[in-house]
């Protein structure tokens, strides 16, 4: 379907900020209306971390909003997200995703390989 590659992940100190990036590198990738980001952390289901549309429009969970942005740059098919003042239970492996569009329903075209984010003193 496509895939997507990301970067930026590691180890921040509580407070610090972390930068991930998201490359849809090959795929069907013009049928992308929306990329984000998912997190899982150990023991803990896959949750939205945020999203954005190919109209610049924006979704954050609660616990980020504030802290993460994300933001896209179409010329280079990729996503990214911003995020400061980390906390230790944003600790998680991060996956970028992307959505397409069919009959008024978002269906999912790929996922990345995931980047481990840790966030420790």
């Known amino acids: 379907q496509v895939q997507l590659v990301e970067s930026g992940g590691g180890l921040a100190q509580p407070g610090g900020s972390l930068r991930l990036s998201c490359a849809a590198a090959?795929?069907?990738?013009?049928?992308?209306?929306?990329m984000g980001w998912y997190r899982q952390a150990p023991g803990k289901q896959r949750e939205m971390v945020a999203r954005?549309?190919?109209?610049?429009?924006?979704d954050y969970a609660d616990s980020v909003k504030g802290r993460f942005t994300i933001s896209r740059d179409n010329a280079k098919n990729t996503v990214y997200l911003q995020m400061n003042s980390l906390k230790p239970e944003d600790t998680a492996v991060y996956f970028c995703?992307?959505?397409?569009?069919?009959?008024?329903?978002?269906?999912?075209?790929?996922w990345g390989q995931g980047t481990q984010v840790t966030v420790s003193a």
């Open positions: 090959s795929g069907r990738i013009s049928s992308i209306v929306a």
């Open positions: 954005i549309t190919s109209g610049d429009s924006t």
């Open positions: 995703n992307a959505d397409a569009l069919s009959g008024g329903y978002y269906y999912t075209l790929g």
